[in-house]
T-cell receptor, first 114, second 115 residues
Framework: GDSVTQMEGPVTLSEEAFLTINCTYT??????LFWYVQYPGEGLQLLLK?????DKGSNKGFEATYRKETTSFHLEKGSVQVSDSAVYFC?????????????FGSGTQLTVLP | GAGVSQSPSNKVTEKGKDVELRCDPI?????LYWYRQSLGQGLEFLIY????????KSGLPSDRFSAERTGGSVSTLTIQRTQQEDSAVYLC?????????????FGEGSRLTVL
């Protein structure tokens, strides 16, 4: 079945450090890939997405590139801020059909220290 | 409201009691989802409603779990005879036909603790 494996947390960085959160996936067909973020006390929200191989999603300084050859969608940011402290979820969707096909990873807790 | 609203935000109950969790989706969103988030786990799909179609209940973990959506809007997730393993955060999400694929709008969740 479809699955998403994320880098285990928690991750603690100093402000302005470089961030990478690894995400790999297993899927039948051609998935779309997503990163969701959950800030403290808030619901999950879509951060960025990519729908086909070699696409790069970007938002709020975060980027992730859909790598079909390595089945990966690693999240990166060049200079993190304290306000980036949150839980990050990698997810995939094989089609635009059933919600069951939106499969999430276990989440990675990021803490950025001033 | 502007976002997905869930209530209660926290619920503590005793083993064996029934609980109801409510979700009010974004106005105009035809799709509604329930997920469960256990400590250290990813989001586990429970059930999906789309318009007037029959719901996809394939993620419900047992027959103690049920959900309904009245009038195509508010949804209630009911857990009967709660067990300690039901303790988790229950997340509701909605989406619009106009949303891009995979874009769900989540509520803040209802944290259930079964003693």
């Amino acid at each position: 079945g479809d699955s998403v494996t994320q880098m285990e947390g928690p991750v603690t960085l100093s402000e302005e450090a470089f961030l990478t959160i690894n995400c790999t996936y297993t899927a039948t067909g051609y998935p779309s890939l997503f990163w969701y973020v959950q800030y403290p006390g808030e619901g999950l929200q879509l951060l960025l997405k990519a729908t086909k191989a070699d696409d790069k999603g970007s938002n709020k300084g975060f980027e992730a590139t859909y790598r079909k050859e390595t089945t990966s969608f690693h999240l990166e940011k060049g200079s993190v801020q304290v306000s980036d402290s949150a839980v990050y979820f990698c997810a995939l969707s094989v089609s635009s059909g059933s919600a069951r096909q939106l499969t999430f990873g276990s989440g990675t807790q990021l803490t950025v220290l001033p | 409201g502007a976002g997905v609203s869930q209530s209660p935000s926290n619920k503590v109950t005793e083993k064996g009691k029934d609980v109801e969790l409510r979700c009010d989706p974004i106005s105009g969103h035809t799709a509604l989802y329930w997920y469960r988030q256990s400590l250290g786990q990813g989001l586990e799909f429970l059930i999906y409603f789309q318009g007037n179609s029959a719901p996809d209940k394939s993620g419900l973990p047992s027959d103690r779990f049920s959900a309904e959506r009245t009038g195509g809007s508010v949804s209630t997730l009911t857990i009967q005879r709660t067990q300690q393993e039901d303790s988790a955060v229950y997340l509701c999400a909605s989406s619009s036909p106009l949303s891009s694929a995979g874009e769900l709008f989540f509520g803040e969740g209802s944290r259930l603790t079964v003693l």
